[in-house]
């Protein structure tokens, strides 16, 4: 299938950011290009579509990068190749795996939400139902103190981890999980919406947000893609450490049943939904 398409969504915090993670993925594409041969060319998307799912189920994806949480729990994982998961530079992160720091404004914290247990009955900012470090990791984290199936006062779907912060800057929430990368990144940029804000726990752990092809690429692509990736994170040490990668890793689809267990596990506390 000629051409192909590629797009890296999940970690474009700023333009800065989502230059150099464009430029990483161009330096891949062109290697790939060359060992693979010419028919695996690919178009880079110039803007990634709002609605995500339809582009990672496309059979023309050459590459993308998605949540763990549809991954596994929205079957990505039965119609993708797993390719490959990055490994962060950031407070939170080991190896392949990542939390989500779970942080409350400056105003909830002087009026005393100083650990989980204290924030029964705050408003929650969360980025989307379908993401495991807003939505799944927080679930996890919270279902042992909910009463009744519930625990916050409200939940607000944002739409991103950047809005959540906002939501709790302007004072629309209290409360928030947000992936320790990004976190960081926006920390690196001197994002002021993260003024005041206070880290009150950091959740369990989780593999790292998978970079995913379809199936429609064979094997020994699927292969020389992963060594593609390899070659660019190594190709600009400086680029690297702006994105605060330290390489990739090669993961198995199983190690992603983790962030099934955490769902699990909140549901047999009578905890199913964030609420």
Same mark, same amino acid.
């Given at each position: 299938?000629?051409?192909?398409i590629?797009?890296?969504?999940?970690?474009?915090?700023?333009?800065?950011?989502?230059?150099?993670?464009?430029?990483?993925?161009?330096?891949?594409?062109?290697?790939?290009?060359?060992?693979?041969?010419?028919?695996?060319?690919?178009?880079?998307?110039?803007?990634?579509?709002?609605?995500?799912?339809?582009?990672?189920?496309?059979?023309?994806?050459?590459?993308?990068?998605?949540?763990?949480?549809?991954?596994?729990?929205?079957?990505?994982?039965?119609?993708?190749?797993?390719?490959?998961?990055?490994?962060?530079?950031?407070?939170?992160?080991?190896?392949?795996?990542?939390?989500?720091?779970?942080?409350?404004?400056?105003?909830?914290?002087?009026?005393?939400?100083?650990?989980?247990?204290?924030?029964?009955?705050?408003?929650?900012?969360?980025?989307?139902?379908?993401?495991?470090?807003?939505?799944?990791?927080?679930?996890?984290?919270?279902?042992?103190?909910?009463?009744?199936?519930?625990f916050?006062?409200?939940?607000?779907?944002?739409?991103?981890?950047?809005?959540?912060?906002?939501?709790?800057?302007?004072?629309?929430?209290?409360?928030?999980?947000?992936?320790?990368?990004?976190?960081? /990144? !926006? &920390? @690196? #940029?001197?994002?002021?919406?993260? $003024?005041?804000?206070?880290?009150?726990?950091m =959740?369990?752990?989780?593999? %790292?947000?998978?970079?995913i092809?379809?199936?429609?690429?064979?094997?020994?692509?699927?292969a /020389? !893609? &992963? @060594? #593609?990736?390899?070659?660019?994170? $190594?190709a600009?040490?400086?680029?690297?450490? =702006?994105?605060?990668?330290? %390489?990739?890793?090669?993961?198995?689809?199983?190690?992603?049943?983790?962030?099934?267990t955490?769902?699990?596990?909140?549901a047999?506390?009578?905890?199913?939904?964030?609420?």
């Open positions: 299938m000629n051409p192909w590629a797009a890296l969504p999940m970690y474009n915090v700023t333009p800065r950011h989502a230059a150099l993670w464009r430029a990483l993925l161009h330096n891949a594409l062109t290697t790939f290009a060359h060992t693979a041969g010419s028919k695996t060319n690919a178009t880079i998307l110039d803007t990634p579509p709002a609605d995500l799912m339809p582009l990672w189920r496309r059979s023309d994806l050459l590459l993308s990068q998605t949540c763990g949480f549809p991954y596994r729990m929205l079957r990505l994982a039965d119609t993708v190749h797993l390719i490959s998961t990055p490994m962060f530079d950031a407070e939170g992160c080991e190896g392949a795996h990542y939390r989500s720091a779970i942080v409350v404004s400056a105003a909830a914290w002087a009026r005393g939400a100083t650990h989980l247990a204290a924030c029964r009955g705050l408003r929650a900012a969360a980025n989307s139902e379908d993401s495991h470090s807003g939505m799944n990791a927080l679930r996890h984290a919270v279902a042992p103190h909910a009463q009744n199936g519930r916050f006062a409200s939940v607000s779907w944002t739409g991103s981890h950047f809005e959540s912060l906002r939501a709790l800057a302007t004072g629309a929430a209290d409360l928030a999980a947000i992936d320790c990368v990004t976190l960081a /990144l !926006l &920390r @690196d #940029a001197g994002c002021g919406l993260l $003024a005041g804000v206070k880290t009150l726990a =959740t369990a752990p989780a593999p %790292g947000l998978p970079l092809a379809s199936r429609t690429l064979g094997e020994r692509e699927a /020389l !893609l &992963r @060594d #593609a990736l390899d070659a660019a994170a $190594a600009d040490i400086e680029r690297s450490r =702006t994105l605060r990668l330290r %390489g990739f890793a090669r993961l198995m689809p199983d190690d992603y049943e983790a962030i099934a955490m769902a699990n596990a909140a047999s506390l009578g905890y199913p939904t964030l609420k």
